[in-house]
């Protein structure tokens, strides 16, 4: 089954709760809604949605896939799904061939000064058409903080005014990047220093705002704790109280105690 966390959720949890036979050794490709038409699209929105991480669980391998046997488009669009998650990203050749000629000096020259800077730096970040064309990060930092997009000659060759405008509200609103920067290629010739004082400080924030969240989940977690403990230590206590209670004794004579309805 494929799980179905809200969306921008930080990861997902991807489980596929089927296995192979004993009995034959072959995997049953009922795979539920993404056998059926249209299935391709359940599986894309369930990859989709987390922000940072999918975690992909399965009892079996991708080739127990078997592609002769189905001609459902979702089954075997999830067989090249769980082949690329086995093997890597970079193991694909049409992604590592396509993010290989995506790269451009100029882009490649501000990630190096960034670099330069003490930050860790990757480029051409993403696996569709679209993609981040830096992203920067305090070094160790658990997730990407900033997104520098350059309007270079690849912002030009985007072949819509919202291809090339509408990105960075995409990037904050769709896919909650904390920060994104957006520079002109002049800018960067005039002043690079300015471009890189913008980068450091967006980088600076991100680390502060990173800090004070682990902060407060810590807290979350030690107050969890303690009351968790308070519990456990109330639960003692009224055990112990219950099992040291002497049972109540009446000095009333018989003769006077009220009588019982049933009495006759």
Known sequence: R???????????????????????????LNFGPLSQAGGERRLNGAITRARRQVVLFASFDPHDIDLNRTSAVGTRHLRLYCEMAAAGVEASPDLATRRASGRDRVRETVAEAIRARGHDVT???????????????????????????????????????????????????????????????????????????????????????????????????LAAIQEARQRAEQAAGDHASGRNRQPATSTTPWSRRTPSPWTT
Do not use: C, Y
Request: hydrophobic share 45%; charged share 20%; net charge neutral.
């Open 2 to 28: 494929a799980g179905r966390p809200a969306p921008g959720s930080q990861k997902a949890g991807f489980s596929l709760a089927f296995s192979t036979d004993p009995a034959t050794g072959l995997l049953p």
């Open 123 to 221: 480029t051409n970040l993403g696996l569709s058409d679209f993609t981040v064309d830096i992203a920067v990060r305090a070094t160790g930092a658990p997730r990407w903080q900033v997104a520098v997009m350059l309007g270079g000659p690849r912002w030009k060759a985007r072949p819509t005014v919202a291809d090339r405008d509408g990105a960075p509200a995409l990037l904050r609103d769709i896919m909650h990047w904390p920060r994104v920067i957006r520079f002109w290629l002049p800018a960067w010739l005039l002043d690079p220093a300015v471009v890189l004082d913008r980068i450091d400080a967006s980088v600076a924030q991100g680390a502060t705002e990173d800090a004070e969240q682990e902060a407060a989940r810590e807290a979350a977690r």
